[in-house]
């Protein structure tokens, strides 16, 4: 099943002057399946990541997420289109510091608002026993190591069945110990849970270990 298709995707910036960033990108992405993008600083990682967020809709061509093409999208429709169908991991972890661990996985749900609070706060607590974090639940998330925080904001990232995980540097900040930590969790949860992982990384190893690798070079997908 396919979760992501970009079809001749191209990004301008226009100031201070007309420089194309992204050029021609065609790829698509199934479901369970972890994939990396890498390449060279100003390789227009970054600028890809945020088109295929939702956050950016001045491009040329096509992005459908599930089906739904989001150009030409509102604002509001964007809105809530992430909140139900994408889930974020970043490089920081933004839990909230005074909020216990189960507040900041339950916080996207409450928002949603699909389910009574006591079934997401036992959907809360299934992730966080799957990622190896129940016992700190309770904690306040700014007591938690940064290798716990990040299982804590992937939990978060999950707690609305997203159709899409969208990653940006998510080891980053990950010492090496915690990085393969993190990586056996995404190669589990997209093998045998059936997530869809999409994640930027300058990581060689953790690429490698991907199931497809889009490598960025000058805006081009490189062959």
């Given amino acids: 099943m396919e979760i992501l298709r970009v079809e001749n995707l191209n990004k301008h910036f226009y100031t201070p002057a007309d420089f194309w960033v992204l050029k021609d990108l065609c790829f698509s992405i199934d479901?369970?399946?972890?994939?990396?993008?890498?390449?060279?600083?100003?390789?227009?990682k970054s600028t890809l990541l945020y088109l295929l967020?939702?956050?950016d809709t001045d491009f040329e061509g096509s992005i459908r997420i599930n089906g739904e093409e989001i150009k030409g999208r509102s604002n509001k429709w964007l809105s809530g289109f992430r909140n139900t169908h994408i889930g974020f991991i970043f490089q920081f972890h933004y839990l909230?510091?005074?909020?216990?661990?189960?507040?900041?996985?339950?916080?996207?749900?409450?928002?949603?608002?699909?389910?009574?609070?006591?079934?997401?706060?036992?959907?809360?607590?299934e992730l966080l026993t799957l990622l190896n974090v129940k016992s700190q639940s309770a904690k306040r998330a700014s007591l938690l190591s940064g290798g716990q925080q990040q299982r804590v904001a992937i939990a978060?990232?999950?707690?609305?069945?997203?159709a899409i995980i969208i990653g940006d540097e998510p080891t980053g900040n990950l010492d090496t110990s915690n990085t393969h930590v993190v990586l056996d969790l995404f190669r589990e949860l997209t093998t045998e849970k059936g997530y869809t992982i999409l994640t930027v990384t300058h990581d060689d190893d953790?690429?490698?270990?991907s199931d497809s690798v889009i490598h960025l070079i000058d805006g081009e997908i490189s062959k």
């Fill in 96 to 125: 909230l510091p005074d909020f216990t661990v189960l507040q900041n996985v339950m916080l996207p749900a409450l928002k949603q608002g699909k389910y009574t609070k006591e079934q997401i706060e036992h959907n809360a607590m």
């Fill in 156 to 162: 978060r990232a999950l707690i609305n069945e997203p």
């Fill in 206 to 209: 953790f690429a490698r270990q």
């Fill in 53 to 55: 967020s939702t956050m």
């Fill in 31 to 44: 479901k369970g399946k972890l994939t990396s993008i890498t390449g060279k600083s100003g390789s227009g």
